[in-house]
């Protein structure tokens, strides 16, 4: 079974090309969601997160404070760092399980949708990989549009913190472009054509 990573930058539509994929019966494991599942169910990460960012890194409940952690982590890269090298490795290990479910359960590849697919080094775990690109006008409009708590400001900041789109288009193998200009359906077709057939 292939393991193929799909990633692009904040609004260029990766859950709606991952979304297309699903329609067509392909697994798709969200990294993010299940990186906040990890973070949330998995003892020894929880350990090891309140060791290096305190208790008030789970509420009196016991759950996960993710504004407490995101206050901390975004402004700081040092800190970013240091979250990203205890979360990864740990989400790493819940994607391998489940890609051998997958394939399992018979399937001839799984989309691995993941924001920070490079800068993770997920990127290893896999054997192709499809950057979904946009222009970053019509980026940040979508993120505006979706997220009305965030400035264009706090876009760009995003932006600029994330791989720059000329590197994933470079270190891509594939390119879904979600540009208003090209339709999605037909691309997303002819991909899962060739992945079936690999």
């Known amino acids: 079974m292939k393991k193929i990573g799909i990633t692009g930058g904040i609004g260029s539509g990766k859950s709606v090309v991952?979304?297309?994929f699903q329609v067509l019966g392909v697994p798709v494991y969200d990294s993010d969601a299940r990186a906040k599942w990890v973070m949330s169910h998995d003892e020894a990460l929880r350990a090891e997160l309140q060791m290096a960012f305190g208790a008030a890194t789970f509420d009196a409940h016991g759950q996960l404070d993710r504004p407490y952690l995101a206050r901390l982590a975004f402004h700081d890269p040092a800190q970013l760092a240091r979250l990203n090298a205890l979360v990864h490795p740990h989400v790493g290990h819940d994607f391998a399980e489940w890609a051998a479910?997958?394939?399992?359960?018979g399937h001839a590849y799984v989309l691995k949708e993941a924001a920070l697919l490079y800068e993770s080094g997920a990127y290893r775990q896999l054997d192709h990989i499809i950057t979904v690109f946009a222009p970053q006008p019509i980026r940040e409009a979508r993120v505006l549009r979706r997220d009305p708590h965030r400035?264009?400001?706090?876009?760009?900041?995003?932006?600029?913190?994330?791989l720059s789109e000329e590197e994933r288009l470079q270190r891509?193998?594939?390119?879904?472009y979600n540009d208003d200009q090209q339709l999605l359906i037909p691309q997303?077709?002819?991909l899962n054509g060739a992945f079936v057939n690999l």
Request: charged residues 20%; aromatic residues 4%.
């Open 101 to 105: 479910n997958q394939a399992q359960a």
């Open 188 to 190: 997303v077709l002819r």
């Open 151 to 162: 400035t264009a400001q706090d876009v760009q900041a995003i932006i600029g913190k994330q």
């Open 18 to 20: 991952c979304r297309l």
């Open 172 to 176: 891509a193998d594939f390119v879904v």
